[in-house]
């Protein structure tokens, strides 16, 4: 690449990345797409096999497509990968792949961003950038993990992608959110016994009254709410509730749906030495907490339904949704022998982390914490997208991410045209 400035440049070619240029594109705005690997990256390299989207194909229409041929089915990583490909070339969007964005720093007017590849590091310079590259880009593992016997397989759920990759045993997972859970279907499917080791996360059921849940869920406004009209700081806190991707697209995954089909649902872990794993006395209230958010969305939609005067039919019988409520599911084990239970992998299903050393920029708290207004930082020409909460509940969710991108890129085309007037004044 001999050019080296551009007006924009934007860090991430996954979805929010490819959003923002379409809509940059479209304001004829000169630009340049960062990407430390292939696009669509972590959903290429970050995904098992059967993974599949939890929200349907009508939910995950970038910016100028039309609507899927299945617009109800659950798309799974590599098509979407494959889909995210043609829509590059259909745009000629401007993708620059294994190219990673080492520091971005601004000494004078204009932002300089230096990027490495394997023909070394090269400057950039332009006037705005656009940080899209998720907070999904470091895997997060606790430091007990350590203290674990090296003859234990352990992996992180970025690392999994089938039950064949293991050796032979039981698996105990790590953490109860959407992956975890997933991972834990998938692998009693191919015939393994799972331990699972939960954590405070909500779930909610697949399919309601007559619709995909998050058809009701979008209706209803569940998630237009901003993070400033949120009064419990724990809710900003929360992992996405759980909620299956597979099967028919009617059944629903609960701790007590997965405990049926032979998982043995365990608190969360706390402690762990070379043979043994301890866990708190906490499997209860996880239950009963994920019962407790499936009840609230169905009274929400209730809510909704009544006060449209809508006609629906009842709610379908969905077993994996009934709760828990003596939470007969739970095992009460505080410890678990690796050994005597013939446990030979762990999965590490504990979430990412996110590096943004590179941006050597003040625009962060004495926490490491994002300090900005919509996505927009109190820096002139920098700006986020699929942050959570960013603008609102949605803004990590992709057709969260479709409207932020064409916020964010509205507001960079006003920056470029008010500096643009004022120069032409000054001249």
């Known amino acids: 690449m001999t050019k080296d400035s551009f007006d924009v440049i934007v860090i991430g070619a996954g979805y929010s990345g490819l959003a923002a240029s379409y809509h940059l594109k479209r304001h004829g705005l000169d630009h340049i797409i960062f990407e430390r690997g292939k696009i669509g990256e972590s959903w290429r390299s970050q995904r098992w096999d059967n993974f599949r989207f939890n929200s349907t194909n009508r939910l995950n229409v970038l910016p100028g497509e039309p609507e899927p041929a299945d617009p109800d089915s659950f798309t799974s990583a590599q098509a979407f990968v494959t889909a995210l490909g043609q829509y590059v070339k259909a745009n000629q969007l401007p993708v620059a792949e294994n ?211 809508l006609i629906v039919p009842p709610a379908h019988v969905d077993e994996a949704d009934f709760p828990d409520v003596d939470a007969t599911c739970a095992s009460h084990m505080s410890l678990l022998d690796l050994k005597e239970r013939n446990i030979t992998s762990i999965i590490w299903s504990t979430g990412f982390d996110h590096d943004l050393s590179y941006i050597k920029l003040p625009v962060f708290d004495d926490k490491g914490k994002l300090i900005h207004k919509d996505g927009i930082p109190g820096f002139p020409g920098l700006y986020f997208l699929g942050y959570p909460w960013l603008r609102s509940r949605k803004s990590p969710i992709l057709f969260g991410i479709t409207e932020d991108a064409e916020f964010v890129v509205d507001k960079i085309y006003e920056y470029t045209t008010e500096n643009f007037r004022s120069a032409v004044k000054e001249q």
């Open 99 to 309: 190219s990673k964005v080492i520091s971005i720093e601004k000494p004078a007017e204009t932002f300089v961003v230096s990027v490495s590849t394997a023909g070394g590091t090269k400057k950039y310079f332009c006037k705005q950038v656009l940080i899209a590259s998720g907070v999904a880009n470091e895997i997060k593992i606790p430091a007990l993990s350590n203290k674990i016997s090296e003859e234990i397989n352990q992996l992180h759920t970025s690392q999994y992608k089938n039950a064949g990759q293991l050796p032979k045993g039981a698996v105990l997972v790590v953490g109860s959110a959407q992956s975890g859970c997933q991972i834990t279907e998938d692998l009693l499917h191919a015939g393994r016994k799972v331990f699972l080791s939960t954590s405070k996360v909500g779930r909610i059921p697949r399919w309601y009254r007559g619709k995909d849940i998050f058809y009701w869920i979008k209706d209803a406004k569940f998630y237009d709410i901003r993070a400033e009209e949120i009064n419990d700081p724990e809710i900003l806190e929360l992992r996405p509730p759980q909620v299956s991707g597979t099967g028919t697209g009617r059944e629903s995954m609960s701790l007590q749906s997965l405990s049926k089909k032979g998982a043995v649902i365990l608190g969360k872990l706390n402690d762990a030495d070379v043979t043994k794993v301890f866990f708190n006395n906490d499997v209860v209230q996880h239950i009963k907490f994920a019962d407790e958010f499936s009840g609230k969305i169905k009274k929400m939609i209730d809510d909704h339904i009544t006060a449209n005067d």
